[in-house]
């Protein structure tokens, strides 16, 4: 079983910059694609970025090429999500998860965190 806690969200004007961090238990990181997920109020939960074991391949929602970056240090079973010129359409709530492969479908991922707050002010 793996275990993963998200923090690193806060409230944010537009055009600043946050960075979460998703902390995963276990000895297993290394072996799972990795994937950021957010959900905004009232609607479904979105892909946002995804990278590989090894971080050799990453992928980026068309909303946040440019500005996100998705990067992970397995020796410390962590995956970070770098935010930069934040948007008020970048407020959800933010998840990581943790799947055998790479993809944009949440069904992929058997593992999801409990969520930190991202919120961006006009």
């Known amino acids: 079983q793996v275990q993963l806690v998200e923090s690193g969200g806060g409230l944010v004007q537009a055009g600043g910059s946050l960075r979460l961090s998703c902390a995963a238990s276990g000895r297993t990181f290394s072996i799972y694609g990795m994937g950021w997920f957010r959900q905004a109020p009232g609607k479904e939960r979105e892909f946002v970025a995804a990278i590989s074991r090894i971080a050799t391949i990453t992928s980026y929602a068309d909303s946040v090429k440019g500005r996100f970056t998705i990067s992970r240090d397995n020796a410390k079973n962590t995956a970070y999500l770098q935010m930069n010129s934040l948007k008020p359409e970048d407020t959800a709530v933010y998840y990581c998860?943790?799947?055998?492969?790479?993809?944009?479908?949440?069904?992929?991922?058997?593992?999801w965190g409990q969520g930190t707050q991202v919120t961006v002010s006009s």
């Open positions: 998860a943790l799947g055998m492969k790479i993809t944009t479908q949440q069904d992929d991922y058997d593992y």
